[in-house]
């Protein structure tokens, strides 16, 4: 039961089911094209060996006939030899004579023509010229209900006088003669020239007239059978003068039909048990390919789950067995593949998530202790004119977790340097002081092998890295990745250089940008930078991040960016403001964070900007914001700018002493300030002091 189950299941699946209907199609349709095509070509072959059977009977038929005229002309002869010419019209009994009893119906004996033209028997003038030049004539006279058949024959009688004999054929005798040559189960029926008028027989006859025949055959349907038919056509106008007689035999299209039918029968169960053998066969053999297959199908699922440790065993010994080790093969090294691009994603995410040059270098030397089995690496940078100039250098032992450190060593000559970058991007060679730079490093380590990469970080620098192979070179496979792990330690380390650069170029306009706001008033000139000098100070207390640390950086140089829309005569009024003026100063801040609104870059620092006049306890403007609503960034630019603004000069007052600033930051902490802030700041200061 277990094993019908399984079959029953194997049958099942969609590939069984794609072999079992492609055999099936396969076997099924050549067979019933063959058995159709046989009994095609069978039926047509006993149609036409019908045809030629029932033509040859119809020939026979019509000689038979023919005979049977000539027989009756030489009976006629014999009766007139016989007789002895009166020179009047005779009518002769039909006694029996020595030839035939039943041949002839009447008979008429005339001595002269005139006679014959006087008698209700007087033919027509091409049958008296023709009796004249003695040759016989046979006729055809057709009445309502049957047709006569006149022979005239040219005689001589005892005395070798001159005379006609007339003979009516009897048309039952004629048709008596025919039968004897006409086969089993067939029907006769004797025709004009023009297939219209029944001959020896005007009896209405259920046997269909025949206007068309192919080469005188014939299929036809005929009182709801259907028939076949040969004609053969009795030549009687050179004996007789007379039109031709169609003989035509009938035979029923069951006859053949019964003859198909055993080889039908035979043939159906012939290709019936052909097609079931070879359908047993078909099951059989799917059944031996499913096998294997099912389990390749299993490995398959495993190895689509991430299970990649399959031995598969497939004891087939055909290419079943060949596929099921390539298979194993081909697992292993998907699971060495995968585990390798694991790793080498993880390095390329852990450099890319650096900044800084020295954080990438770092990853990028955990990454190749990660991916490759080598003793260790060094990373030298260089660049064309360097000369003997000291150059960067980071080595890494890569059998301690590739923890590199930074040293600075002699720098490639020119001449080194050309030959170098001339070689491809990777290249092996023995230890032998070419390249006394690089080889330095590893002198210790006694490498028989060092591997070169050449890595391009911009068009001005480039660097090489290094790897010892203490016993053999490494494969293709890990070289490969150690190439791409270079490649993208390139791109890291340009991308950090453009940062950097980027980082300068938006200080540098944004200094430039806070120095111009500062240039409308003497008194506040170098305000912005000193005030984030003191905010950075205290962000460093703070433990600032480095994307907070460049937050506080860039809105401590725009912080009083808004002051731009103050009139000078405003910012260096010497006495007091008015109400109006006033509204103008306290304006600044919501003035700078509609100037930075459109920059997205600047998302992140418009509270600071909008919030560095806000006091701890809610008396600030422009938003009245107390204790933790306002933005631990905006409290910073708060100390630092009051501090700035007391310790400086300022047109209606002179600058405070240090003391005195932070006497009144202590006094207003907790009130204008937040405390934590505040003591940050003066710790920041007292440790610049010391």
């Not at 005030?531 to 950075?536: F, N, Q, R």
Request: glycine share 6%; hydrophobic share 40%.
């Amino acid at each position: 039961m277990a094993n019908r189950g399984g079959g029953i299941a194997r049958l099942r699946s969609r590939v069984s089911r794609r072999i079992l209907a492609t055999v099936t199609l396969c076997t099924l349709l050549p067979i019933v094209a063959l058995v159709g095509l046989t009994f095609y070509t069978t039926e047509e072959r006993l149609e036409q060996d019908t045809a030629r059977r029932l033509r040859h009977a119809s020939k026979n038929i019509g000689m038979a006939m023919m005979a049977e005229l000539v027989s009756i002309e030489n009976e006629l002869r014999q009766i007139a030899l016989m007789q002895q010419l009166t020179g009047q019209q005779q009518n002769l009994p039909t006694a029996p004579t020595a030839f035939d009893k039943t041949s002839l119906d009447r008979i008429w004996l005339f001595s002269t023509m005139t006679q014959l033209t006087s008698s209700p028997l007087a033919p027509s003038s091409e049958v008296i010229l023709r009796l004249q030049n003695r040759l016989p004539q046979l006729s055809v006279r057709i009445s309502r209900e049957n047709s006569t058949i006149l022979l005239w024959v040219p005689i001589r009688d005892q005395s070798n006088r001159p005379g006609i004999i007339v003979g009516q054929i009897n048309n039952r005798h004629l048709r008596e003669q025919a039968r004897l040559f006409l086969p089993r189960d067939t029907k006769l029926q004797i025709t004009d020239a023009h297939h219209r008028t029944r001959l020896l027989n005007r009896t209405p006859s259920r046997q269909p007239v025949l206007q068309h025949l192919d080469q005188g055959f014939a299929s036809l349907e005929f009182a709801g059978e259907h028939w076949l038919a040969a004609d053969w056509e009795l030549f009687l106008a050179a004996a007789y003068n007379a039109p031709s007689w169609h003989i035509t035999v009938y035979e029923p299209r069951s006859l053949v039909s019964s003859e198909l039918l055993d080889f039908r029968r035979n043939a159906a169960l012939t290709a019936l048990m052909t097609f079931w053998l070879i359908l047993l066969a078909s099951c059989v053999l799917i059944r031996q390919i499913l096998h294997p297959l099912t389990q390749l199908t299993e490995a398959t699922r495993q190895i689509s789950r991430g299970r990649f440790d399959l031995d598969l065993a497939i004891s087939s010994h055909d290419e079943f067995a060949v596929l099921a080790t390539s298979f194993t093969g081909m697992a292993r090294k998907i699971q060495h593949q995968i585990r390798c691009q694991k790793t080498l994603f993880r390095s390329v995410r852990d450099i890319f998530g650096e900044n800084r040059e020295e954080d990438i270098i770092q990853a990028f030397f955990k990454g190749l202790a990660d991916t490759l089995d080598m003793a260790a690496a060094s990373l030298v940078f260089c660049s064309p004119g360097t000369g003997q100039d000291q150059v960067d250098c980071w080595i890494a032992d890569l059998t301690d977790g590739g923890r590199p450190q930074r040293r600075k060593v002699t720098g490639l000559s020119d001449q080194e340097y050309r030959r170098l970058y001339s070689s491809p991007e990777l290249f092996v060679y023995n230890p032998g002081r070419e390249y006394p730079t690089l080889e330095a490093p590893f002198e210790h380590l006694n490498a028989r092998h060092l591997l070169h990469f050449n890595i391009a970080v911009s068009a001005e620098r480039g660097a090489v890295l290094t790897l010892v192979a203490p016993f053999r070179v490494p494969g293709e496979e890990a070289l490969t990745g150690v190439r791409q792990l270079a490649d993208q330690l390139g791109i890291a380390l340009s991308r950090a250089a453009m940062l950097k650069e980027l980082d300068v170029l938006n200080m540098g306009i944004l200094t430039a940008l806070a120095r111009t706001v500062d240039a409308n008033s003497p008194w506040t000139r170098g305000h912005s930078e000193r005030v984030m000098e003191y905010a950075l100070a205290m962000a460093d207390a703070l433990d600032f991040s480095r994307e907070d640390h460049l937050d506080l950086q860039r809105a401590s140089l725009l912080h009083d960016l808004g002051k731009i829309s103050i009139p000078s005569e405003v910012l260096n009024k010497p006495g007091p403001l008015t109400d109006q003026e006033r509204l103008q100063m306290e304006n600044h801040p919501v003035e700078g964070d509609r100037i930075i609104e459109p920059i997205p870059a600047f998302s992140g620092i418009r509270a600071m900007v909008r919030q560095h006049h806000e006091r701890w306890d809610g008396k600030g403007y422009p938003d009245g914001l107390q204790g933790e609503q306002i933005c631990l960034g905006a409290r910073i630019l708060a100390v630092a700018d009051v501090y700035d603004a007391l310790y400086s000069d300022r047109p209606y007052r002179e600058g405070w002493p240090r003391d005195k600033v932070i006497a009144y930051l202590r006094q207003e902490s907790g009130k204008a300030f937040d405390p934590r802030i505040v003591a940050a700041f003066l710790e920041t200061l007292q440790r610049r002091a010391a």
